[in-house]
Every structure is written in C-alpha cells, then in structure tokens.
C-alpha cells in the first residue's frame, strides 16, 4: 500500500486525469478539479483551525486558574478580573500568526453548584486559505474554561510556639499577625459555614487542654495524684505520728496541662478509650498553664469558625517555657480527628476535604516527657509526621521554622513538612506576614471544571 500522503496521491491521480486524451476524460477531469481541490483544502484549513482551537483552550485553561488563584487570595478585586484574564490569556496564548485578534471576556458568579467560579471565554476569527474559494473566507473558532473552588473544604490546625525565646526579635507579635491574617485569608473562601474550619494549638513543653476538663474520663491523673495533695495523720499526733496518709488534691486545682501519652501513642491519634491507660492523656500541674501567671500558656481551641474568638486566642498568647514541637504536631492532629477529646465535626460526604497542619516554631527541641536530647525528640516526631501524612489521614503538613539568631536550619521540620516547597525558613520575623500569606493561597483548592 502506498505511503505517500493523500494530497500528494490526489495530486497524481489528477495529472493522469488530466494527460488522458480518451474521450470525455477531460471534461469530467475539469468537472471534478474544483470539489476536489476545495475538498483538499478544506482538511488543510479545519486542521489549523482545530489547532488554533487546542492552543486557545489551553490557554483559557492556564488563565482561568490563575485569576481564581488571584481572586481567592486577594491579590485582584473583581472589577479586575477581565482586564487580568486579557493579559493573562496574551502572555499565554501562542497561536497568534492562526489568530492574530482572540476576544476574551471573563465572568465571575460568587456561588454555584460547583462553588465560586470564573469562566473565561475566547472568540476568534480564522481567514481560510482554500476554503474562501467555496465561499467560506473565514471560520469561527471560540473555547471556554471554567475554574471552580469551594467543592473542596479546608480544616486546618494552627500550631503555634508559645515558648520563651518568641519572646526575641519581634517574634511573638509577628507570628500573632500572621496567624490572624491568615485566619481572614481562610475565612474569605468559606461561602457557607462549615466551609473552612481553623483549630489553634500554642504549645510549650506541654498543651494546655483546659481544667474544665477535669472531670473527663480521657484525662490521666496517676501521676499528677502522686504529686498534688497532702499528707495526714491518721494514728497518733503529728508530732507523733503513726501512720500518714496521702490525700491528692481536688482535681479541680489541675492547672489544664497535659504532657505526651505512652509510646506508642504520643505519635498516633488514637481516640481514649476508659479500659486503656495508655491512650490516655496525662495530666501535669505546669506552673506556666495557672491562670495567674503573667505568661500563662493558652488552652487548645478546637475547630471552629467563629473567627473573631479565634483571633482574640491569638491575641492571647504569651511566650513561656520550653520547646516540644511533637506534642503540639499530635494535638494539631487530634484537632482534625473525630472523637474524644477534641470531636471534630463530622464530614459531609457531598464534599472533598483537605486537612492541613501549619506548624510554626523558632527553636530546637528541647524537651518532652520522655526526652530532654534534640535527636531523642526528633525521631520521635519525625514518626508522628510520617504518620500524620500517611493514608488514610493524608494530612499535608506545612512547616516554618523562625530563626532570627544562629540555630542552625531544623532538619525535623524539614523532614515533616508535606514537600520541599511546603517548609518555609524565615531569618527575619517580619517574613512571618508573607509566609503565612504564601500558606493560605497553597491551601486554596482550585480546580478546571468544562
């Protein structure tokens, strides 16, 4: 079988028609010429409009994307967004020598089936090369896009370092802003509520889970009995005595703190049960969670959207003791995970959610329950993060490590964050801004939709 191209096997069957000298081969020769070329040429001009077409709606792809991303973080008003989809289109576009002049028009609809969406669309005209010769001198060619978010639903814990070194360089304040930034940032997106959930977790050494808790079952006070209440006398006189008994303290004087669980589960989200002391949470009396200190660590806020109260709890926040960022990872965790303690509201099965963890510290490790070495609370943290990430939470952790001084660049918050582009090393506290900012425009889930 022949392999040579049609036109050019067209071509050949024309010129023997056309040297024939049989009969009436030549006028039915000239008959045909005409359809037949227009034939020819009319595949020849469909196939550059078809491929003007592809090229358009790749670009009004790229352009739609890219003003929802605008729009959503705030970076365009809506009475920018034709003018941005132009200018992003003509950057875009590479079939301008087919289509020299392309009209775009975008429209935005605040809400939808399918959420907030852009849709931009692009009309063009094609001047035909053989096709004009049947009366065709042009041929229309248009394409939309259609970029929607707010299908997707956000959960995010706020896992903020309260120790005593924020208190350096600006660093506390500058973290307060930013954290509060982004809680407008993520708050803009929600069309309904429920769409955006924000949990906020300051740690220390320990969380502060409050003592209006005190009477939960999840709540371990073994330890703390041992070590909060007093002696008494209960044969013979104090001077005297005979035997002491050891009476524990009301557990209405527990100060809210709790330390890491049990290993295994310091590094698991397992919900408490009664019958399993380990899945517990210990209780400890930490003298920077009492109310009355100056720097009293504030207590846990579970997911919610009443953004004012969670600002005022960024507000709150002092700097105060030691560094250990693996048991504000595992409440972070607990935050998004349904069940006791935190009961994170259940999901609506009419929507995709992505859960998220920023976790912001400016310092090594120090100490935990368990550990006062670095690499000691290192590795146990950096298997919390593999499972926090791992299916089925598949939590995307972000990471930002403040550091003013000379630490070196943390490798645990390096290892834990969701990607090389999810960790953010910040030398100057007042990159917090533009980091968190970076962070809420990455959880901005967007989507082409046709």
């Known amino acids: 079988m022949s392999r040579l191209p049609l036109v050019s096997r067209i071509g050949r069957q024309l010129a023997r028609f056309g040297a024939a000298e049989q009969g009436n081969i030549a006028v039915i020769f000239a008959i045909a010429l005409l359809p037949v070329l227009t034939f020819v040429g009319a595949a020849v001009d469909y196939s550059r409009a078809v491929q003007a077409r592809s090229a358009m709606q790749s670009a009004l792809d790229s352009t739609a994307l890219m003003v929802s991303k605008d729009l959503s973080s705030g970076t365009i008003t809506t009475s920018q967004i034709s003018t941005k989809a132009q200018d992003y289109f003509k950057a875009l576009f590479t079939a301008t020598n087919t289509l020299p002049s392309v009209t775009v028009a975008a429209t935005y609809t605040a809400s939808t089936s399918m959420g907030s969406t852009i849709q931009v669309t692009g009309t063009g005209s094609y001047t035909t090369t053989f096709m004009k010769v049947a009366g065709f001198p042009t041929l229309d060619v248009g394409a939309n896009s259609t970029s929607a978010w707010g299908l997707v639903r956000m959960r995010v814990a706020l896992v903020l370092d309260n120790t005593g070194s924020m208190a350096q360089d600006g660093k506390?304040?500058?973290?307060?802003?930013?954290?509060?930034?982004?809680?407008?940032?993520?708050?803009?997106?929600?069309?309904?509520?429920?769409?955006?959930?924000?949990?906020?977790?300051?740690?220390?050494?320990?969380?502060?889970?409050g003592n209006s808790n005190s009477s939960k079952y999840w709540i371990d006070f073994s330890d703390w009995d041992a070590a909060n209440g007093s002696w008494s006398c209960t044969s013979g006189s104090n001077n005297n005595c005979n035997n002491w008994k050891w009476t524990p303290a009301n557990h209405n004087a527990w100060t809210g703190c709790v330390v890491d669980r049990d290993q295994d589960y310091d590094i698991k989200n397992t919900t408490p049960t009664s019958g399993n002391v380990g899945t517990l949470f210990p209780a400890e009396q930490y003298s920077?969670?009492?109310?009355?200190?100056?720097?009293?660590?504030?207590?846990?806020?579970?997911?919610?959207?009443?953004?004012?109260?969670?600002?005022?709890?960024?507000?709150?926040?002092?700097?105060?003791?030691?560094?250990?960022?693996?048991?504000?990872?595992?409440?972070?965790?607990?935050?998004?995970?349904?069940?006791?303690?935190?009961?994170?509201?259940?999901?609506?099965?009419?929507?995709?959610?992505?859960?998220?963890i920023v976790i912001l510290s400016d310092g090594l490790n120090t100490q935990n329950r368990w550990y006062s070495s670095a690499s000691q609370i290192?590795?146990?943290?950096?298997?919390?993060?593999?499972?926090?990430?791992?299916?089925?939470?598949?939590?995307?952790?972000?990471?930002?490590?403040?550091?003013?001084?000379?630490?070196?660049?943390?490798?645990?918050?390096q290892y834990c964050a969701s990607g090389t582009d999810k960790f953010y090393l910040v030398t100057k506290a007042d990159q917090t801004v533009s980091v968190f900012k970076d962070i809420g425009t990455s959880l901005s889930k967007l989507r082409v939709a046709r």
């Open 172 to 209: 506390m304040a500058a973290m307060q802003t930013a954290a509060k930034s982004l809680v407008d940032q993520l708050s803009a997106l929600a069309k309904t509520s429920g769409d955006v959930y924000i949990s906020v977790v300051p740690f220390a050494k320990d969380v502060n889970v």
């Open 288 to 356: 920077y969670c009492n109310t009355g200190s100056s720097s009293y660590l504030q207590p846990i806020m579970p997911l919610s959207y009443d953004w004012s109260s969670l600002k005022g709890r960024i507000d709150d926040m002092k700097p105060t003791g030691n560094t250990n960022q693996g048991i504000g990872l595992a409440w972070g965790w607990m935050t998004l995970s349904t069940g006791d303690p935190m009961n994170a509201p259940a999901k609506d099965t009419n929507y995709t959610y992505k859960d998220a």
């Open 378 to 413: 290192d590795t146990r943290q950096k298997k919390l993060c593999d499972n926090a990430k791992a299916q089925p939470s598949n939590i995307t952790i972000y990471t930002v490590q403040v550091n003013t001084g000379s630490d070196p660049t943390s490798s645990v918050l």
